[in-house]
């Protein structure tokens, strides 16, 4: 059997649970959700599996070594003592990224800096020679974090964000981020087996994710490379099975697309292509409030404007409108708000059945579900 790793995917916080749940479905072992994160186990193949197939994780971490850092010294011998040869050689390159919680040091990069001369010297005392720094294209992404007594030094498998799947070729001003709209479908239990309504969908990321994941289509299809394949140990015939073992399905369901902006329309057209979607996802001009759902049933998400741009009465009379159009044109709809400010959601009007907290970028949000029935006896304010 292959050795074991262990590795830490980063996340939003609040889709912790979620991506715990992908990581198991990947083959992880010892699966941890911890604080914007999941902590777990596995072989080469679930490192790999984990970068292109777990549709919440913003980077996927390999765990090199942890030791405990009582001085500041201890992190320069830490990572000196490391075996280097394992990862790089004196013709790569690489760079360091820190995160530091720890009253010995302040300041990442007097952290990163001491961690390249640790590993610089590593190579010029056995060699001579050293690999060099590279910010922009390392060969090799060294993570090291520092929290509280304990120091973990990791390799970033992932390179850019995972967020960055590779379709987004046009955006328009405020788009949800990849992973975050693909963890709230996920969140919502949406599974493709019912129709999906995204009808203010700005550059169409609801739209495309809850298409790739109707498909079985992995959301790391469309991305160029991940750090792991400059890596010693790339085995590149076990990446290219690992990333052949899908099967793309036909859309059983209706997956409906709509803004009131001409602009936002062209956009998503324009992201749907790339992300060869065109077949399945059409989106159209619709103000929400004209809309009557062509479904029986179905989920609808909506990431209304917060409002930054949007002066306040505007803003809420939107929220207002959304409310009104919910109770008494979409009954047999569950709908998914996310926004950020109580105000708006106390001017939808309606009595939510779920609510969670969640990131978007440095705003908390909240993610309401609203059931509406026949009639509207539960959904009364
Ligand atoms: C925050 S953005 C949505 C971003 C989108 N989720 C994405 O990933 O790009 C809000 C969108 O709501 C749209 N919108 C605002 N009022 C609307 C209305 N009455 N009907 C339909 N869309 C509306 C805006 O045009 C904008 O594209």
């Keep these: 059997m292959d050795k074991q790793m262990r590795m830490v995917a980063k996340t939003f916080q609040g889709l912790e649970e979620v991506l715990a749940q992908e990581i198991r479905s990947i083959g992880g072992q010892n699966v941890k959700p911890t604080k914007r994160a999941v902590e777990f186990e596995g072989d080469q193949e679930v490192l790999y599996r984990a970068n292109f197939y777990c549709r919440t994780a913003l980077r996927i971490l390999k765990v090199i070594d942890t030791f405990p850092i009582k001085e500041v010294d201890d992190l320069y011998n830490g990572v000196y003592q490391i075996d280097w040869n394992q990862f790089l050689n004196t013709r790569k390159t690489f760079m360091v990224n820190s995160t530091a919680n720890n009253e010995l040091f302040d300041n990442t990069m007097f952290v990163s800096l001491k961690v390249k001369d640790a590993v610089a010297d590593f190579f010029r005392k056995r060699l001579g020679a050293r690999p060099s720094v590279d910010t922009i294209n390392p060969d090799v992404i060294i993570n090291v974090h520092v929290s509280g007594d304990k120091c973990s030094i990791a390799l970033d498998s992932s390179g850019e964000s995972l967020h960055k799947r590779g379709y987004r070729t046009a955006q328009t001003e405020a788009p949800l981020n990849e992973v975050l709209a693909a963890g709230l479908i996920m969140l919502s239990g949406w599974d493709g087996s019912s129709d999906f309504i995204d009808p203010m969908c700005g550059s169409g990321t609801l739209s495309i994710e809850a298409a790739l994941i109707a498909k079985g289509i992995p959301p790391g299809m469309f991305r160029e490379s991940f750090a792991f394949e400059k890596w010693r140990d790339f085995d590149r015939n076990l990446f290219l099975d690992m990333s052949e073992d899908y099967n793309e399905k036909n859309l059983s369901c209706k997956i409906f697309t709509s803004d009131i902006s001409l602009k936002s329309i062209n ?33 609808i998400i909506m990431n209304p404007p917060y409002g930054e741009r949007l002066n306040p009465d505007h803003l809420l009379d939107t929220y207002e409108m959304i409310g009104e159009r919910l109770k008494h044109h979409c009954p047999n709809h569950t709908a998914w708000i996310i926004s950020y400010s109580k105000e708006c959601f106390d001017k939808i009007g309606l009595k939510s059945s779920q609510r969670m907290y969640l990131y978007n970028g440095a705003l908390e949000c909240q993610y309401r579900e609203y059931e509406m029935y026949e009639g509207s006896k539960k959904n009364k304010a």
């Design 267 to 299: 956009v998503a057209k324009e992201n749907i292509k790339s992300a060869c979607l065109g077949k399945d996802l059409n989106p159209v001009i619709k103000d929400f409030g004209n809309f009557t759902p062509e479904s029986e049933s179905a989920v």
